[in-house]
C-alpha cells in the first residue's frame, strides 16, 4: 500500500485538542475566565468533623504549619474556616460521605494547600512592599452586594456591622485585592508566539496504528527446562544450620570449639549465643536453594567448602561481612530432579527475579519472527496466525507524557498494554513516527510486553485546528498549569515549614 499523506479533519471523539479548541471558539471569555474563577472560589476544605461534632477538643492547637513564620491555622471565623464553610456545601450537596476518613483525610491536605498558597501570597506582595490604595478597598467594599439598596450604597446597611466586624471585613476585601492583583500580573506574563505556534504545529502531523503485544511471560516450560538443565548447580539444595557471632572472630571460635569438644551442643549454643534470626531455631535455616545461599554466604569459595561437607560436619569460622559465622549440615548437598513440579516453579522463579533478559530477549525473538511473517503476508493475517490480539487507535501526534492539549494514548482503550507507562515511554514515540506507513516497527520493550507498532495512516491536521490549539496554549493551557503548580512550590520552598500531617493525626485520627 502507498504512504497516505491525507488532508483531514481530526474527529471530536478521537482527539481532546479538538474538543478543547472547538470550546474555546465557542467561548473564548469562559476558557479565559476560568482562571479566575480558580482563584476565587475555593471549594477543597471539607469540615466534616467539625460540622458534625467530631473535632479535636476545644484546647487544640490547629496550626497545621507556618510560611516565612506566619501560622496556618484553623480558627473559627478565619479564612481557613471560610474555606471550610464553602467546601461543606459543596461536599454535601454533591452527595460525598463526610465521615470517610481517607477522603477527609485528602481533602483537608488539599484545602491547606490552597491556605498555604493564600497567605503565601500575601506574603509575596508584602516583601515587594506592595500595598492596595486605602480609597481602593473603600469603593470596592461599599460595592459589595450585602450593602445595596436599590443599587445604591446604604450606610444603615453598612453601620448594621460591629466595628469590628467592619475592620475584619476591609481587612478581608483588602487581602483579596492584593491577591487579585498577584495573579493578574502571575496570568498577566507575555508567552511568545514562537513557542505558542511551535506548541500548536506538534499536531500537525498524527498517525493511525494497529498494534499486537507479546507477553514476556509467555516463555514457555521447555525453556525454562533447558536453562535449568544448564545450570543445575544454581538448584542443587542443602540442609544447614548457623550460628552468627557479631562481636569478634574469637568469640565465634570459642563457641565452635566448645561445640566440637562436647560442652555445649549446637542447638543450645545458637539458642543462647547466635545473634541473628535462626537462633531462636537452634541454629536452623531449613533447606536452601544454592542460588539462595549466595546472599548468605557471599564468598564462593567459602560456599563451594561447606557444599563439600558431609552431613553433621561444621565448617570452619568464616566472615560474612562485619559478622562472624560458622556452619552445620543437616542435609548433604543433593542434585534438583526437574520432574518435581515445586522445582520448576523455583525455577520460573529464579528466571523471572534474576534472569528475566534471558525471557525478554526470547520474546525479542518471537517478535522478529513475527515481523518477517507480517512483512510477507501482511500484518493482519500474520496477527491471526500467530493469536495476537490486534488493536487499532489514532489518530494520534506525538504526544509524549498524555499532555491533554492534543489526544492521548491513554483515551484508547487496550486491554494487554499498559498506555500509561507507554505514553512515558520515548522509544515508543521515536518507533512510532519513524516507521515507514503499512510496515512492521522493530520491537518495543513495554514493561512485560513486546510491542510491534503498524502504522496505517498519516494525516495532517488543518491549519485552522493548529491555530485554534496555540491559541488554547497561550490565552487558557498556559494559565491553568501555573495555577495547578502554584500550591506545589509554595508547599515545598524554604519558607515553608509544613507540620500538617502531624498535626492531622494527632487530633482527627479515628
Known sequence: MAKKDKKAAVK?????????????????????????ILVLVVVTFIGGDYLAGR????GGDLTFGYYDK?????????????????????????????????????????????????????????RSGYSTPEKTVDRQVASLPQFQENGRFSPALY????????????????DELIRLNYYSDFFGLLIPSGEAEFIGNMASVMRNFDLVSMSIDDFPESEYLAYAQANQSLFKTIHLSRITVNSSERDARRILESIKNGTNTFEDAARAQSQDGFADRGGDMGSRYSFELHSEIPDSADRDVIFGLRRGDLSDVIRIGDRWAFFRVEDELKSPVFSD???????????????????????????????SEAKISGFDNAANWWS???????????????VDLFSSIESFQMQDVDVQSLSHNENFWKIAFSTELNTPSEPLVQGSNIIVLFPVEQINTEEGMISDIASVYSSYWV??????????????????????????FRYFMP
Open 70 to 126: 506566619v501560622p496556618i491555622s484553623y480558627i473559627p471565623g478565619n479564612m481557613l474556616a471560610q474555606y471550610q464553610e464553602q467546601a461543606v456545601r459543596f461536599y454535601q450537596s454533591q452527595g460525598v460521605d463526610m465521615s470517610n476518613f481517607y477522603i477527609g483525610a485528602q481533602i483537608w491536605r488539599q484545602a491547606y494547600e490552597m491556605a498555604v498558597t493564600h497567605t503565601a501570597v500575601l506574603q509575596v506582595m508584602k
Open 12 to 36: 471530536d471523539n478521537n482527539s481532546s485538542s479538538l474538543g478543547i479548541a472547538e470550546k474555546f471558539k465557542q467561548s473564548p471569555a469562559l476558557y479565559i475566565g476560568s482562571v479566575v
Open 341 to 371: 513440579s515445586f522445582v520448576m516453579d523455583r525455577v520460573r522463579s529464579y528466571l523471572r527475579s534474576f534472569e528475566r533478559g534471558l525471557m525478554e530477549d526470547w520474546a525479542i525473538t518471537q517478535a522478529n519472527e513475527f515481523i
Open 388 to 402: 495476537l490480539k490486534k488493536y487499532s487507535f489514532g489518530p494520534l501526534p506525538i504526544n509524549y507524557a498524555g
Open 55 to 58: 473535632g479535636p477538643g476545644s
Open 159 to 174: 453601620n448594621q456591622m460591629t466595628d469590628s466586624q467592619r475592620v475584619s471585613l476591609w481587612r478581608q476585601v483588602q
Open 479 to 504: 494559565n491553568m498549569i501555573a495555577e495547578q503548580s502554584l500550591p506545589y512550590y509554595f508547599i515545598n520552598n524554604p519558607r515553608m515549614n509544613d507540620l500538617f500531617w502531624e498535626i492531622y
